[in-house]
Each structure stands twice: as C-alpha cells, then as structure tokens.
C-alpha cells in the first residue's frame, strides 16, 4: 500500500510558476513509476508527466514540454513538479500517481488545485 500526499498547489498569474511536491509513504518508493496528471472541469484526466524510478527517464505531455520539469528524490521518497510559464490552460487539478512494479498496482494522491488566471 502507498500513501500519497500532495502539495504545491495555488493560484498565479500567466507566465508565473509554481512547484508541486508528492510525498509517499508506506512502501519502497524506489521501485515506483512517479507520475503527474491533471484534470480540468469537464475533461478527462491527462497525463502530464512521467518519470521512471531512477529517474534517468522522463515523458512529457505535448502541451507542457519545456515548460514543465518532473523531478524524483529517492531518500526524500519525493516526486516534484517544477511548472514554469504558466498558461490558463494549465488549470486543473493536478493528481500523484505511484505505479509499483513490485504489485503492478496504481496509487493517488487527492489531488492538488492549480489556477492559471490571464
């Protein structure tokens, strides 16, 4: 079982940045796929960025390559966000997903809000 617990999330302005932070708990966070996906009012959930458990592999999603940065520290049993330029489309609710390789099962967080205003 894993336990994920966001933060990070707000309120800014076009252009601004914020960062998100995933914290897990209650299993080897190494051996997980870390990954961040959002979902906006009306749509369905997106995948926004992945990064394999030693973090030598990252995936992005078209709409946020080089804007968004997803990071890992396996001590810290953390998975981070770095999103930068932010645009109104970005806003959403942003979700941690831990994939264990161990069990093959998937973990949530509960999500953290981001608003993107012009």
């Known amino acids: 079982q894993v336990q994920l617990v966001e933060s990070g999330g707000g309120s800014v302005q076009a252009g601004g940045s914020l960062r998100l932070s995933c914290t897990a708990s209650g299993s080897s966070f190494s051996i997980n796929v870390m990954g961040w996906y959002r979902q906006a009012p009306g749509k369905q959930r997106e995948l926004v960025a992945t990064?394999?458990?030693?973090?030598?592999?990252?995936n992005y999603a078209d709409s946020v390559k080089g804007r968004f940065t997803i990071s890992r520290d396996n001590a810290k049993s953390t998975a981070l966000l770095q999103m930068n330029s932010l645009k109104p489309e970005d806003t959403a609710v942003y979700y941690c997903?831990?994939?264990?390789?161990?069990?093959?099962?998937?973990?949530w967080g509960q999500g953290t809000q981001v608003t993107v205003s012009s």
């Open positions: 997903n831990a994939l264990s390789l161990g069990s093959g099962r998937s973990y």
């Open positions: 990064i394999t458990p030693g973090g030598s592999v990252t």
